[in-house]
């Protein structure tokens, strides 16, 4: 092996960030989340719900981060075509993703992914974005609490008001990354 390959195969790899995408009116925006993180010197691939995948342009996405988007299991045998996450980031996350993960149900590929990163210790921030006549459900209050017992990192983000068009410029995507920094591998 060359010198040069040598050097390459010990340097460390960025480590590899999934984007988890629900279906919400600023999913489209997830590109800002992404070109973030990239910046920071992480590698990206999107996992989206089954409805999320429908607000992203899918082609964008994939050219931005290199990867295909990942929305349903894949076959036996199919190879992985992503890398295992370091950290996980969940923006938009909706009333639904955030109940149905705090119980434990686990019935798409993103859910599936964010059940399982808890028992193999991922990193994982979630940015809610939902309006306040769902945050004001007993079950969300009860899932935050769950997540935040589990470990799971909350952002910010304040409810808007139902109807009101969602006040998607407060939305802060980098606060995902803020939330992980603390938990970067080491190695970076």
């Known amino acids: 092996m060359s010198d040069h390959a040598n050097q390459s195969a010990q340097q460390p790899k960025n480590p590899f960030l ?3 995408v629900c279906a919400s009116g600023i999913a489209g925006e997830v590109g800002k989340l992404i070109t973030a993180a990239q910046e ?4 990206v691939g999107v996992v989206a719900t089954p409805q999320g995948l ?13 990867h295909p988007i990942r929305s349903a299991w894949r076959a036996p045998g199919d190879p992985r ?7 996980i980031a969940v923006a938009p996350a909706t009333f639904n993703t955030i109940n149905k993960w ?8 993103a859910l599936g992914i964010l059940c399982e990163a808890y028992g193999l210790g991922i990193p994982t921030a979630v940015l809610p974005y939902l309006n306040a006549a769902q945050a004001a459900h007993p079950a969300y209050r009860q899932s935050l609490d769950r997540l935040r017992d589990m470990g799971i990192l ?8 139902p109807k009101a ?24």
């Open 165 to 188: 068009g969602g006040a998607a410029a407060l939305f802060r995507w980098e606060e995902a990354l803020e939330l992980l920094t603390p938990r970067r591998p080491a190695w970076q």
């Open 81 to 87: 075509p992503l890398p295992p996450a370091d950290a």
């Open 102 to 109: 705090a119980a434990g149900i686990s019935d798409t590929l």
């Open 40 to 43: 920071a010197n992480w590698d």
């Open 54 to 66: 429908g607000f992203l342009d899918a082609e964008a996405v994939e050219a931005q981060t290199g």
């Open 18 to 20: 999934y984007v988890v």
């Open 154 to 161: 909350i952002g910010t983000h304040e409810p808007h008001r």
